[in-house]
Structure formats: structure tokens, C-alpha cells
């Protein structure tokens, strides 16, 4: 997928407004890093097919019910602030570091995403139950499952992008946590994919 291509793609899933604020908002993505270290400097140039793309995917696969959305790890943005530039739904992002936390801040104040709250604060501490459930690359899934369930319910779908993914990582995973697993390939990147969950309920 080319820029032009990614460009594109968010226009005819999401709309001219989410393709605004992604425009407003990868200056300032480029501009923080020259402070901290946010996402490899070899992806800039192809940030839109490579983080955005990548992160959006994820709201085509939320369903319903998905009004309160929350995001562990969200890091450089991603893939939290970027949802939250399409989806107009609570979302709460939570990250530890406090530098990624101000920045997240002062992106989603620049762009009026009123409907987003950060944590400043490991998923462990939160209790909030959620819809959805995203984490792009943080920790093991089952690592993620023990750390926010507190945050779970039965209704809760669980959107983790990964690299590729073992069957051997998964099994077990269903019975010990109640939960049905199934996998989605990633549209940005051939050796990607998503691992879905879903509660009882679902």
C-alpha cells in the first residue's frame, strides 16, 4: 500500500474529517521526534500506510456494541489517538511513560478530541469496564488478558495486532479465559495479523 493509496483508503472508510486530523496530526508526530524516540525513523515517510492504516483496520473490526473504547500502551498514538481521530466514542488511553502521555495530550487538545482521556498509569491500576479492548505489539496476549481484566466483561472484543502468530500461543487461551479466538490478516503488512477475542456474550 503506497501513501497514496493509504491516503485513500482512510477517505473512503472514515471520511475527509479523520483524513484532516491525520494530516494535522503527523506534523506533529515528526515534530516530537526530535525529543523522544516515538516510532522507528525509517516508518516516517510511510506513516500513513505503516501506523495509520494500521491502526484504523482495527475500527472495521470492532462491531457492536463499541461505545467505550480503551487503549493500553498507547505509546506514539497508536492505535488509540489514531481511532479516536475516527470514532467519535469514549476512549481512554493509557501509558506509563509521561513524556508519550504529554504528547498524546497536547495532540488530542490540538485537535479537539474532547471524547479522549489519558492514564497516565500501567493498565494494572485501571478499572474501567470496556467495549473494546485494542494493544498494538504490548506483551504476550495472555499477559494482556491477566492485566486488564479488570477492564473485561463478557461483552468485552479484544482487537490485539500482532506479528505473526503461533497457534500454540492461543491454545488453552480460550477455555482459561472464556473467550473465542479467531485471526484476521492485517491489510498493511503480509507477515501481520490481528488476534480477535470475544467474551461469552458476544
Known amino acids: 500500500m503506497t501513501e497514496d493509496e ?3 483508503w482512510v ?3 472514515f471520511g475527509a474529517r479523520t483524513v484532516d486530523r491525520l494530516t494535522r496530526f ?8 526530535q525529543r523522544q524516540n516515538l516510532i522507528a525513523p ?14 484504523l483496520q482495527l475500527g472495521l473490526l470492532a462491531e457492536a456494541p463499541a461505545e467505550r473504547w480503551l487503549d493500553i500502551g498507547t ?3 497508536f492505535p488509540g489517538l489514531v481511532l479516536a481521530m475516527a470514532i467519535d466514542a469514549p476512549f481512554l488511553l493509557v501509558e506509563p511513560r509521561k513524556r508519550r502521555v504529554d504528547f498524546l ?4 487538545d490540538a485537535l479537539g478530541l474532547t471524547h479522549v482521556e489519558l492514564a497516565c498509569a500501567k493498565v494494572e491500576q485501571i478499572a474501567r469496564p470496556s467495549h473494546i ?3 498494538r505489539a504490548v506483551a504476550s496476549i495472555e499477559k494482556l488478558l491477566q492485566s486488564a481484566a479488570a477492564c473485561a ?3 468485552t472484543r479484544w482487537l490485539l495486532p500482532r506479528g505473526a502468530v503461533d497457534p500454540e500461543d492461543l491454545r488453552g487461551l480460550d477455555r482459561r479465559y472464556g473467550l473465542t479466538f479467531h485471526v484476521e490478516q492485517s491489510l498493511t503488512a503480509a507477515d501481520s495479523s490481528i488476534v480477535i477475542a470475544d467474551g461469552a456474550k458476544r
Do not use: F, N, Y
Open 26 to 33: 503527523v506534523p506533529m508526530l515528526a515534530d516530537e521526534m
Open 42 to 55: 525509517s516508518t516516517l515517510d510511510i506513516v500513513w500506510a505503516r501506523h495509520l492504516v494500521d491502526s
Open 6 to 8: 493509504a491516503r485513500a
Open 11 to 13: 477517505d473512503t472508510h
Open 75 to 77: 505509546g506514539a498514538g
Open 133 to 135: 479492548i485494542t494493544a
Open 153 to 155: 466483561t463478557a461483552e
Open 105 to 108: 495530550q497536547g495532540c488530542s
